[in-house]
């Protein structure tokens, strides 16, 4: 089924930039980088959630609602373009906000993305780990339904059949911008969470019989239970487009050995990736999501995964603003900058 048939809110400053990485090629000494940078799609400093959100806040206004209720992790990138979203179209937004990673650092409770869901007017509320928060987020909506509003609930990512689309649509966007280049890919390297992400890429890779390989970087999840969670997802996407037959197992590859101590846990290898991509490249990356999926590709360039002479390019999903939320995590500290000798 055609992609025009689903409704679709333009959100995004798209096409986002696909651009070479020479610095980073060579520092590596390892395959020519590209990144495509959907950090770039413009909604409250941008990422990835901004693409799933065009068809999903494309539904809710479909729907008449009138408020969106969604969910994440504290510093949730997904809540704070959410918000923004909301903003834009002149609906109201409650997040219900997990405090799933519990640190010392008080920064990361109200700045970064905390401090932009509260700026974009969302109301917020916070709840304890471990809870079923989608499970939440329903149970929340229809509290407002009683009160007579028309809710909408967004699960945690925007990571449902219809926020996929996105993704399915960014493979078009890609290939186009790769042929106006001349330029084949061997493989896309990305960070994958609530798996909508890596789900649309596959599902929009395999309908387009691309031979580029998708490999994502968990962030959270063991591998086999990441892999599931994508392919069941690629799968319902897939459905929705009228090929229910299309996904199998082995077309969704993930790779958990970044994850370290935990989602949202810093790792040094992680915060060394953020450097290499600041330094560099002049690009941002952020501690939970793209540092993460940086690291990876770093590790397995070093270890000779890739070869010399392939194109790999990496999709950087946004994320810088929770850095704001985690600079205790840097070894920078607060009095850092040496005091200047006036002459
Ligand atoms: C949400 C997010 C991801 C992961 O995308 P999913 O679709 O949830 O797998 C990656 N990077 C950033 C910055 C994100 O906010």
Request: aromatic share 6%.
């Amino acid at each position: 089924m055609q992609l025009a048939r689903f409704p679709r809110v333009r959100l995004g400053h798209l096409p986002t930039p696909l651009e070479p990485m020479p610095r980073l090629s060579k520092a590596l000494g390892g395959p020519e980088l590209w990144i495509k940078r959907d950090d770039c799609t413009g909604l409250a400093t941008g990422g990835n959630k901004t693409r799933k959100l065009e068809f999903l806040m494309a539904e809710a206004q479909a729907q008449g609602a009138d408020i969106v209720i969604t969910q994440g992790a504290t510093q949730s990138n997904h809540a704070r373009q959410t918000a923004a979203a909301a903003a834009r179209l002149g609906m109201d937004c409650h997040v219900l906000l997990e405090d799933r990673v519990q640190t010392e650092d008080r920064e990361y409770y109200y700045n970064g993305n905390v401090l932009l869901d509260r700026l974009h007017g969302a109301t917020v509320q916070a709840y304890p780990a471990g809870l079923d928060m989608n499970a939440q987020a329903v149970v929340v909506g229809e509290q407002f339904r009683k009160q007579g509003r028309k809710p909408y609930v967004i699960p945690g990512g925007g990571s449902n059949a219809t926020g996929a689309l996105g993704y399915v649509l960014c493979v078009q966007e890609m290939a186009q911008q790769a042929l106006d280049k001349h330029l084949a890919f061997d493989q896309m390297v990305m960070a994958t969470g609530s798996a909508g992400t890596q789900a649309g890429l596959a599902v929009g890779l395999k309908l387009s019989n691309s031979d580029m390989g998708l490999l994502g970087i968990s962030v959270r999840m063991p591998k086999a239970q990441q892999e599931a969670n994508v392919l069941r997802l690629a799968q319902a996407t897939a459905a929705k487009l009228g090929q229910p037959d299309l996904m199998q197992a082995e077309d969704i590859v993930a790779n958990s050995d970044y994850v370290g101590s935990g989602y949202g846990k810093p790792t040094p290898d992680g915060l060394e990736a953020i450097e290499l991509f600041a330094r560099h490249e002049g690009i941002l990356l952020d501690p939970v999501y793209s540092g993460k999926g940086a690291a990876g590709l770093i590790d397995l360039i070093r270890k000779g995964h890739f070869s010399r002479d392939q194109r790999i390019v990496f999709l950087h999903t946004g994320g810088a603003i929770a850095l704001f939320g985690y600079s205790s995590a840097f070894a920078y500290g607060r009095d850092v900058i040496a005091p200047a000798t006036v002459a």
